[in-house]
């Protein structure tokens, strides 16, 4: 395996260790991986819960624990939004039954200001 390949496996297995709970890779302080895997995963749910604050209130203290199980087993995918990725969130909690609701109609994330409004025509 050429340097260039061996490093790049290496930091696959790093990303990995902090965004999938994979093992983490000789050389690495492993105690330091996971407190950086705790702070990446912390950053995503603060995300959520700002992005989808219903079902942070619908799901109250079970919102945390149910989410980074959730996340250590689904990393957001590069080509993903955010949104995409909380509506995965939301489908493997119905099909793991922590929702009892149907799941909520597609809303618009944005609202288009009336003519006039501001002064602008």
Same mark, same amino acid.
């Given at each position: 395996?050429?340097?260039?390949?061996?490093?790049?496996?290496?930091?696959? &297995?790093?990303?990995?260790?902090?965004?999938?709970?994979?093992?983490?890779?000789?050389?690495?302080?492993?105690?330091?991986? $996971?407190?950086?895997?705790?702070?990446?995963?912390?950053?995503?749910?603060?995300?959520?819960?700002?992005?989808?604050?219903?079902?942070? $209130?619908?799901?109250?203290?079970?919102?945390?624990?149910?989410? &980074?199980?959730?996340?250590? #087993?689904?990393?957001?995918?590069?080509?993903?939004?955010?949104?995409?990725?909380? #509506?995965?969130?939301?489908?493997?909690?119905? #099909?793991?039954?922590?929702?009892?609701?149907?799941?909520? $109609?597609?809303?618009?994330?944005?609202?288009?200001?009336?003519?006039? $409004?501001?002064?602008?025509?």
């Amino acid at each position: 395996m050429t340097e260039r390949a061996e490093l790049a496996a290496r930091q696959r &297995d790093l990303v990995r260790a902090l965004l999938a709970g994979g093992q983490v890779p000789d050389g690495f302080d492993a105690h330091r991986v $996971e407190v950086e895997a705790r702070s990446l995963r912390s950053k995503r749910r603060s995300v959520a819960a700002r992005l989808r604050p219903d079902l942070a $209130e619908r799901l109250g203290a079970e919102f945390r624990p149910l989410f &980074d199980a959730w996340a250590l #087993d689904h990393p957001k995918p590069v080509d993903s939004s955010f949104r995409a990725d909380l #509506d995965r969130f939301e489908s493997w909690l119905h #099909d793991g039954g922590h929702l009892d609701e149907t799941p909520r $109609e597609p809303r618009r994330w944005f609202r288009r200001r009336a003519r006039g $409004e501001n002064g602008r025509s």
